[in-house]
Nanobody, 123 residues
Framework: QVQLVESGGGLVQAGASLRLSCAAS????????LAWFRQAPGKEREFVAG????????YYADSVKGRFNISRDDAKNTVHLQMNSLKPEDTAVYSC????????????????WGQGTQVTVSS
């Protein structure tokens, strides 16, 4: 069992930066693939970024590539999402998720989820 708690969301203007964090507790997070998803009002949940168990491979949605950076700090059981050059279309609830094996961008395949943190970008 893994518990995930996100933090770092907020209200910012377009062009600003935010850093989201997801703290994992329970079973060792190093055993898990970690990813960030987001869901905007009236839209389906979408994959944002992911990181392999070793941290040496990262994955990004095309919409955030070059602006967002995912990293993991296994010493602190934390995964971060650095978001730069934010746009109004990045507004959503951001959630982190974990799964044991088999990289995928499909949210339904993830075993553990945090409660989410709201990110609002004003124009």
């Amino acid at each position: 069992q893994v518990q995930l708690v996100e933090s770092g969301g907020g209200l910012v203007q377009a062009g600003a930066s935010l850093r989201l964090s997801c703290a994992a507790s329970g079973r060792t997070s190093t055993n898990y693939l970690l990813a960030w998803f987001r869901q905007a009002p009236g839209k389906e949940r979408e994959f944002v970024a992911g990181v392999s168990r070793t941290g040496d491979t990262t994955y990004y949605a095309d919409s955030v590539k070059g602006r967002f950076n995912i990293s993991r700090d296994d010493a602190k059981n934390t995964v971060h999402l650095q978001m730069n050059s934010l746009k109004p279309e990045d507004t959503a609830v951001y959630s982190c998720a974990a799964k044991r094996t088999g990289w995928t961008r499909i949210g339904a395949a993830y075993d553990y989820w945090g409660q989410g943190t709201q990110v609002t970008v004003s124009s």
